[in-house]
């Protein structure tokens, strides 16, 4: 109660006020007199409670503090449970048992040494599971201002000894951690990490000629696949195929694009060295990539920047042939969250400077910089650890920090920097220009001035930090990031504001108007009446439906996009699909390989999936009226600038062959062909590392990576 008398709560309040309880009745009980003060009936009450035996005594106190902290629910008072018939029974086991050990571990994550702090992560735990109320409040408290390490510590304990000790994992004859090299023609220097899971005898690996590449989930920041290894084993005995899974660099340390990158790099080396690289035959090799959460969408960008190269040919780079299949679980494919500032906003915010410096906006700003804390989500300033060092520099003003956010600043940044002193630290830099920097537009590089850099600015404050000195976990997000960004390499987002997507668009909605005039117009009169849509303007999207889910908090989301987006980017999320591949232009969609994409139906990503596998077939669809127009002649109806992916009106022989080689294979496909989605009902995000708590998720992971599956989607390719 202290803290909420002095009117700021604060961990520190708290820990004081229990210490002040215990002292106060512990001096009570040693140095007052046995008996109870002279207030009102006490005496009497001590009385007639001699009749009793202490132990009956510490049972009825015990009794009615539990009565009385039970009061609403006796009386029929209690609040509504949100959770009710949400989901089924197993699965919500399974969430009390995973949100009891995040809430242990969390607890127990600032305790050194690692020996001790494996120990009472455990026990920890074991409280939370036993109160489960108390867990679910301390996981929330940690949820709603998450640190890179709360979300690794968390989401890492299955590599806990005691944990790893408990949980059965399948016997293979090959688990390896290996390291791959970068493709000739990568821009990267950092060898690729990737673990090895083969079952049969170690000697068929050599004649083996299909292989599971596997990107595994965890927000993008965290998770290896040692955190999945019981899975992976499990595909490894279930398939008897190779089982490859990529630790890929993780956020904040290795920002966007880099795991994406070095996913299609792995992919590259693979079919350039036809698996001999990790020992298989090296003759023929066939690959089955798949994903969960994060890792989908990393899977999914392996496909799109196959296409991308495969569509723009160079003299340097040969074609690469796409997977045999997708299979996908509970994919995160849509950044374009509603908390993101608009740019009209930002506008609207910078406008201001005419009134003159206003109260209070100038940490209103800072506050809007997430990455100069700890915690991607915190408002608040940090205290820092080290002693800061003062250093003379132009007040800033509120005006110019403000123009660091903006995401298409009016003003461009002197064309005379300051020239580059001795470097002393990697993060951040203080000026406006380079605050500018931490959201740079397309076609701005990063620049990092030495003499300038020190803490991740405090807009509060005109201190420098040397972060070196500072414990990792301790140092704001900015000064963690390893891996700089020269350029924001404005390919990546090229595409969505090119002359050739806008023709997709116009193509996409003339292609879908001569469906509907077709269909409609041989249909009677009432069938062809447009359907009522699903839903209405208030639809929620499963984010917002699902906000109360046990594994994936809406805050976490959040923090998960700002630390994967990092410094180099200013992405636009209405259009930039290697950010948010549910966006993927419709002619990359209409050339994807066979996709299996699972889900939870409880899953706040289940949008992702449901949209995501309807614009593949819409896609496809439109490919094939696109290319009967095309052989029938009929294309110039739409105008040559609606072409959907460069098709002429056949001029020879060959490419007319060709046009109805493709078209008859679409033909000869069905739509599951294109698309398996499977939905599990009463379920949400994270199945699959529930086995072990949950015994229908075991059959889930024998369905996911099954070749005779893809062989069966693929029978047509």
């Not at 009793?52 to 449970?81: C, K, M």
């Not at 949100?99 to 994550?109: P, Q, R, V, W």
């Not at 301390?138 to 949820?143: I, P, S, T």
């Not at 098709?647 to 078209?663: H, Y």
Request: hydrophobic share 35%; net charge positive.
């Amino acid at each position: 109660m202290i803290d909420h008398l002095v009117g700021r709560p604060s961990p520190s309040w708290k820990r004081a006020q229990v210490f002040l309880v215990i002292f106060f009745w512990l001096w009570r009980i040693l140095r007052s007199n046995s008996g109870p003060p002279k207030i009102l009936w006490l005496r009497r009450a001590n009385r007639l409670l001699k009749q009793f035996t202490p132990w009956q005594i510490i049972l009825s106190t015990l009794t009615s503090v539990y009565a009385v902290r039970n009061l609403d629910h006796i009386l029929g008072l209690g609040s509504p449970e949100p959770l009710a018939r949400l989901y089924s029974p197993s699965y919500y086991r399974a969430t009390w048992i995973s949100t009891g050990l995040d809430a242990g571990f969390a607890t127990a994550m600032s305790i050194r040494p690692k020996w001790l702090r494996d120990i009472c992560s455990i026990l920890f735990s074991a409280y939370y599971i036993i109160y489960a109320n108390q867990g679910d409040e301390k996981l929330r408290r940690f949820r709603a201002v998450p640190t890179v390490e709360m979300l690794r510590t968390t989401w890492g304990k299955t590599t806990n000894p005691y944990i790893r000790l408990a949980t059965p994992l399948p016997r293979v004859s090959i688990r390896r951690r290996i390291l791959l090299p970068r493709p000739g023609s990568s821009s990267y220097a950092r060898p690729i990490t990737a673990y090895l899971f083969f079952s049969p005898p170690e000697r068929q690996l050599s004649r083996a000629t299909e292989l599971i590449l596997d990107f595994p989930g965890g927000g993008f920041v965290a998770m290896t696949p040692e955190h999945h290894e019981e899975r992976l084993r499990m595909w490894a005995v279930a398939t008897g195929r190779p089982v490859l899974s990529i630790d890929y660099g993780k956020a904040p340390e290795y920002p966007y694009p880099f795991a994406i990158d070095e996913a299609h790099d792995t992919y590259k080396i693979l079919v350039e060295t036809a698996g001999k690289l990790i020992g298989m035959s090296g003759k023929e090799l066939k690959i089955v990539v798949s994903g969960d959460s994060a890792g989908a969408a990393i899977a999914i960008n392996v496909v799109i920047k196959i296409l991308e190269q495969n569509n723009s040919p160079s003299p340097d780079e040969s074609q690469l042939p796409l997977p045999l299949s997708l299979v996908l679980n509970y994919a995160a494919l849509d950044f374009n969250f509603t908390s993101w500032m608009s740019a009209d906003n930002l506008r609207v915010l910078r406008s201001e400077q005419s009134s003159g410096n206003l109260p209070g906006l100038r940490e209103l700003a800072a506050q809007k910089n997430h990455l100069q804390h700890v915690s991607p989500l915190s408002m608040v300033k940090e205290r820092r650890s080290t002693t800061p060092r003062k250093r003379v520099k132009r007040k800033t003003s509120w005006k110019d920090t403000l123009r660091g956010f903006a995401s298409g600043s009016e003003k461009e940044p002197d064309d005379n920097p300051p020239s580059p002193g001795p470097r002393r630290s990697i993060s951040m830099l203080k000026s406006p220009i380079t605050r500018r920097s931490t959201f740079l537009t397309r076609r701005e590089s990063i620049i990092m001035y030495a003499d300038d850099s020190g803490a991740l600015a405090d807009a509060e404050s005109d201190e420098d930090q040397d972060f070196a000195q500072m414990k990792e976990e301790d140092r704001p997000i900015q000064a963690r990031v390893k891996y700089m960004y020269s350029n924001t390499g404005e390919n990546t987002a090229a595409w969505a504001d090119s002359t050739s997507e806008q023709q997709q668009r116009k193509l996409s909605a003339a292609v879908m108007e001569a469906n509907n005039k077709a269909l409609n117009g041989n249909l009677p009169r009432e069938q062809g009446k447009r359907k009522e849509p699903i839903g209405t303007r208030l639809t929620m999207t499963s984010r917002t439906g699902y906000f109360q889910d046990r594994i994936v908090s809406p805050s976490m989301m959040r923090a998960m996009a700002i630390l994967y987006i990092g410094p180099h980017r200013n992405p636009d999320f209405a259009t930039d699909y290697h950010i948010s591949p549910i966006l993927t232009p419709t002619h990359l969609l209409a050339q994807f390989p066979p996709l299996l994409m699972q889900c939870g139906e409880k899953d706040p990503f289940v949008d992702d999936t449901v949209i995501f596998a309807g614009r593949v077939r819409e896609a496809k669809r439109a490919r094939k009226v696109e290319l009967d127009m095309a052989i029938s002649g009929k294309s110039a109806r739409f105008g040559e600038s609606l072409r959907m992916s460069g098709i002429n009106t056949p001029s020879n022989d060959a490419s007319l062959s060709a046009l109805k080689q493709e078209r008859d294979k679409l033909a000869r496909e069905s739509e599951e062909d294109w698309v398996q989605m499977v939905l599990f009902s009463d379920w949400s995000h994270g199945y699959l590392q529930m086995s072990t708590l949950m015994t229908e998720a075991r059959a889930v992971r024998h369905l996911k990576p099954d070749i005779s599956t893809s062989r069966n989607l693929t029978r047509c390719r």
